[in-house]
């Protein structure tokens, strides 16, 4: 990973918000979809591990019964026939999420396939009306990119 230096030309000196900065009013999906599309754009600058963060948090901010992509992972019969207990599927589905969040092992890999499902899973959460056009861009660039991910 580069150093920030100013060197490099990576290095910028924090400069804060404009102040006073007024307060942000979100509903749920507001929220999920703001972190939703800052998700996106960690990905599309290779910050895989910001990008899981946001998304992770985003997927775990909206409730939603019905199909999801969560639930069908969750729930794919291959992976009960692969896996004694539901919990230890479920515990490798959220390891990347779980170490960023709470730590564990010395060390991680993360990859642009682990940001990118989570990302995917968060915005299957989101209603359709909620998706903005950089979600369907995102979509889009998933579903043509899968296989070499």
Do not use: Y
């Amino acid at each position: 990973m580069d150093r920030l230096t100013p060197k490099n030309k990576l290095w910028r000196r924090f400069r804060g918000p404009r102040l006073p900065a007024p307060a942000l009013k979100l509903t749920l999906a507001q929220g999920a979809t703001r972190q939703v599309e800052a998700a996106i754009d960690a990905l599309e600058r290779g910050k895989f591990d910001i990008g899981l963060t946001l998304a992770g948090a985003a997927e775990g901010m909206i409730k939603r019964d019905g199909h999801h992509l969560f639930a069908g992972l969750r729930d794919n019969p291959r992976a009960q026939e692969r896996f004694g207990k539901k919990r230890d599927w479920i515990t490798l589905l959220n390891r990347e999420r779980d170490w960023l969040k709470h730590g564990g092992d010395d060390a991680m890999e993360i990859t642009c396939f682990d940001a990118a499902m989570m990302i995917a899973r968060a915005a299957s959460k989101l209603e359709a009306k909620d998706w903005t056009p950089k979600m369907e861009d995102f979509r889009v660039w998933f579903l043509q990119n899968l296989d070499e991910i």
